[in-house]
């Protein structure tokens, strides 16, 4: 039982630093993006003006992919990788989730940069980087539901 709490605590850290790794990636568009925008010629963006429709088309259709990826992976992954017959071996399925979502959760972030490089607009990087930050602390994995899930699912932690 120790040993597979061990393996359990030790799976959670690997996923921990995975998702704060990608929440840091967050930080550095940010930090690249106020780079970029106080440079002596500032940063006019690559193809649009920020007042463009189509720009507005693009940024609206990312805000929105943005905001429902995160559910929608959540809500897949939790489908596909945490159901009984992938919990037979719960370790790796776990650590799947949690990065899947995690991965989701970047991808604002990353249209935040994105649409900065478009059009310059730094506005637009802080509401995807704080929506993305936020997701990512929402959809943080916890130890004690991993715990609650390998145990009430497996009658207690059974590890390979």
Same mark, same amino acid.
């Given at each position: 039982?120790?040993?597979?709490?061990?393996?359990?605590?030790?799976?959670?850290?690997?996923?921990?630093?995975?998702?704060?790794?990608?929440?840091?990636?967050?930080?550095?568009?940010?930090?690249?993006?106020?780079? #970029?925008?106080?440079?002596?010629?500032? *940063?006019?963006?690559?193809?649009?003006?920020? !007042?463009?429709?189509?720009?507005?088309?693009?940024?609206?259709?990312? #805000?929105?992919?943005?905001?429902v990826s995160p559910l929608l992976a959540e809500r897949i992954s939790r489908a596909v990788n945490l159901s009984p017959e992938k919990l037979a071996n719960p370790?790796?399925?776990?650590?799947? !989730?949690?990065?899947?979502?995690?991965?989701?959760?970047?991808?604002?972030?990353?249209?935040?940069?994105? #649409?900065?490089?478009?059009?310059?607009?730094?506005?637009?990087?802080?509401?995807?980087?704080?929506?993305?930050?936020?997701?990512?602390?929402?959809?943080?994995?916890?130890?004690?539901? *991993?715990?609650?899930?390998?145990?009430?699912? #497996?009658?207690?932690?059974?590890?390979?």
């Amino acid at each position: 039982m120790e040993a597979g709490d061990d393996k359990l605590r030790n799976a959670y850290k690997t996923a921990a630093i995975i998702v704060i790794s990608l929440m840091g990636s967050v930080v550095i568009y940010v930090v690249v993006a106020e780079l #970029l925008r106080n440079l002596p010629k500032p *940063w006019r963006g690559l193809l649009f003006s920020p !007042h463009d429709q189509g720009y507005i088309y693009v940024r609206y259709g990312l #805000l929105a992919l943005g905001i429902v990826s995160p559910l929608l992976a959540e809500r897949i992954s939790r489908a596909v990788n945490l159901s009984p017959e992938k919990l037979a071996n719960p370790v790796p399925a776990l650590v799947t !989730h949690s990065v899947i979502v995690a991965a989701a959760c970047d991808f604002v972030g990353t249209s935040g940069m994105v #649409l900065f490089l478009l059009a310059g607009n730094i506005i637009d990087m802080y509401i995807f980087a704080g929506i993305s930050l936020a997701f990512s602390a929402i959809f943080f994995p916890r130890f004690s539901r *991993w715990k609650e899930l390998t145990e009430s699912r #497996l009658g207690g932690p059974t590890f390979e």
